[in-house]
């Protein structure tokens, strides 16, 4: 299995008290979506994670850490997140498997209507 790859789609500064160090100055929660990427094409998928970490106390907030507070606040930032749209990138190696394609492809046209013979 490949670890899936995680683009940051945005990063929220959060107002509520960390549950570890109780500070309101270092909860950050962070919206990822992930990507596949070979050597043929780069795709963003619609999958969307989210990761809570503390700059003060540097630790991972997970949800069962959280409070209803956060609960909420995590919700209500879920729905404002807008995820990039799902698409695919090729690559110049992708580019060149169509092209190569497209080529096989004239060249039997071009045989099925007799205007190329060998
Ligand atoms: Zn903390």
Redesign the pocket.
């Known amino acids: 299995m490949k670890t899936p790859k995680y683009i940051t789609l945005q990063e929220v500064k959060l107002n509520n008290n960390?549950?570890?160090?109780?500070?309101t100055e270092?909860?950050e929660l962070t919206f990822k979506q992930r990507f596949v990427e070979n050597a043929l094409y780069k795709a963003i998928t619609d999958d969307l994670i989210n990761e809570m970490h503390?700059?003060?106390?540097?630790?991972a907030?997970f949800p069962v850490r959280w409070t209803d507070e956060i609960e909420q606040v995590v919700a209500y930032q879920k729905r404002a997140a807008t995820p990039k749209p799902k698409s695919i990138k090729l690559k110049r190696l992708g580019w060149l498997f169509i092209l190569a394609d497209l080529l096989v492809l004239i060249v039997v046209i071009l045989l099925i209507t007799g205007v190329l013979s060998f």
Not at 54 to 59: L, S
């Open positions: 960390c549950p570890e160090c109780y500070s270092g909860l503390c700059k003060v106390c540097d630790t907030i």
